[in-house]
């Protein structure tokens, strides 16, 4: 009877200890990440390689994504704003939302699907095939070669897909509120220009997109270091990382509104 009542909370106690080891884990990692960078950044074309393998291969999910957001936001957004009669300010709400909140958090979601999933998994089948300790064997800094060029590619590509992400979301809205619904022009680029901050939404969401940045690829990094070297062990490495990436984003978001806005 006694271990019936104490075996959730001996359950309860090893997640929790396991997870302030991971956190522990994923701290230091960082610090050996930055620590061994200067390789890294010295012989660009490694990072250059994995910035069009993050970036570059991501951009067609982004532009496709963030058009139809975009088309969607004109369709809400007319029909919510035409009810108070403000249906000129269609181009103010676009951008504001895209360039705010949806431009950053969805460009972060689907980077971290479709950019962080395969970065943890190629790092989870190198591990699995031994090709780190060979490296390591071999003198070659695994930390230096691998992890740290996918680390910067993923903080350099991430602000500029959420950029993008934002220009043609919002020319979504410009096609369905000007070109499909018929609204003026003139108008709509009026509003936006007159409603949109530079410092206050634009800047402030380069910063969003910059940390999500940095958090997913992180947490892509080290799933693959820290995946279980079987085919069964990347597969679980691969879903954590979606998982764990969502969930932070979100989080983060969350913060950073409440400082930023």
């Known amino acids: ?87 000129d300010a269609l181009g103010a709400m676009v951008a504001l939302a895209l360039l705010r909140e949806l431009g950053p958090v969805l460009a972060a979601l689907l980077f971290a699907s479709r950019a962080g999933s395969a970065m943890t998994a190629e790092i989870g089948l190198m591990k699995t095939t031994e090709q780190l300790d060979a490296m390591s064997v071999m ?3 695994p930390m230096a070669r691998v992890i740290a060029p996918r680390f910067w590619a993923g903080v350099v590509s991430m602000p500029i897909l959420a950029a993008l992400f934002n220009v043609v979301g919002i020319f979504g809205g410009y096609l369905v509120g000007v070109v499909m619904i018929g609204l003026d022009a003139g108008t709509f680029w009026s509003q936006m220009q007159g409603n ?9 969401g380069i910063i969003k997109s910059l940390v999500f940045g940095i958090a997913v690829t992180l947490i892509a990094v080290f799933e693959g270091y820290d995946a279980t070297p079987t085919a069964a062990g990347v597969s679980a490495a691969t879903t954590r990382t979606v998982v764990t990436s969502a969930l932070v984003i979100l989080a983060l978001d969350f913060v950073l509104t409440a400082f930023m806005f």
């Open 1 to 87: 009877m006694l271990d019936f009542l104490t075996s959730p909370l001996r359950r309860l106690g090893h997640a929790t200890i396991n997870a302030v080891w991971r956190l522990g884990f994923a701290a230091r990692f960082l610090a050996a990440i930055l620590l061994n960078s200067g390789q890294s950044l010295l012989r660009l074309q490694m990072t250059i390689r994995e910035v069009y393998f993050a970036g570059v291969m991501s951009l067609i999910i982004i532009v496709v994504s963030g058009l139809f957001v975009g088309m969607v936001l004109g369709l809400q957004g007319y029909t919510t704003l035409a009810k108070f009669g403000s249906a």
């Open 139 to 141: 003198a070659v800094n």
């Open 196 to 204: 949109v901050d530079l410092h206050y939404d634009v800047i402030n």
